[in-house]
């Protein structure tokens, strides 16, 4: 009995080990966790931005997230009923458009409410910051998409089994 626990221990041990030797590392800092310098942080260094003016931005920020987050929830819900829609024993074409009309609903929705988000940032900003935050959002653009402030970009084909 005890040589029984003490192989499965030892297994377990010795596959916990495998596992955490296979994860990915770069360079000296293989296998060393690093973390994302935060979102505002970037942006205080990219436009160096005042306390106070990291303070407000911080206040949109955390607005525009809210409203993001609601409509992120809403377009995965839609997007979920579209794929049954695709997928159902009777192709009804009027409902498959009518829920791409609501995808695209809420899509404009997010888009302008990005835009606000951003008229808001520069209202804050210097000339100098202006025009340093305008070649961000420039050269950040929709073929970009990934690079916008701590996004993750897209790596490789995607997996519809995880969609």
Sequence with gaps: MNTRRFLTGLFLI????????A???QGKNRGQFQ????RGERMTELLDLTDAQEQQIDKI???????????????????????LLLVADSYDKNKVKQKLAEIGAVQEKRELEK????????????????????QFILSH???ERGKHFGRR??????N???D
């Design 23 to 25: 994860q990915p590392g």
């Design 115 to 134: 835009a606000d988000h951003f008229a808001e940032i520069r209202k804050i900003l210097t000339d100098e910051q202006k025009v340093k935050f305008d």
């Design 61 to 83: 920020r955390l607005e525009h997230l809210k409203k993001m987050e609601s409509s992120r929830s809403e377009l995965q819900k839609l997007r979920s009923e579209y794929r």
């Design 14 to 21: 010795l596959f916990t080990l495998s596992i955490a030797n």
């Design 160 to 162: 519809w089994d995880n």
């Design 141 to 143: 653009g929709p073929g």
């Design 35 to 38: 973390p994302r310098p935060e």
């Design 153 to 158: 970009p897209h790596r490789g084909p995607r």
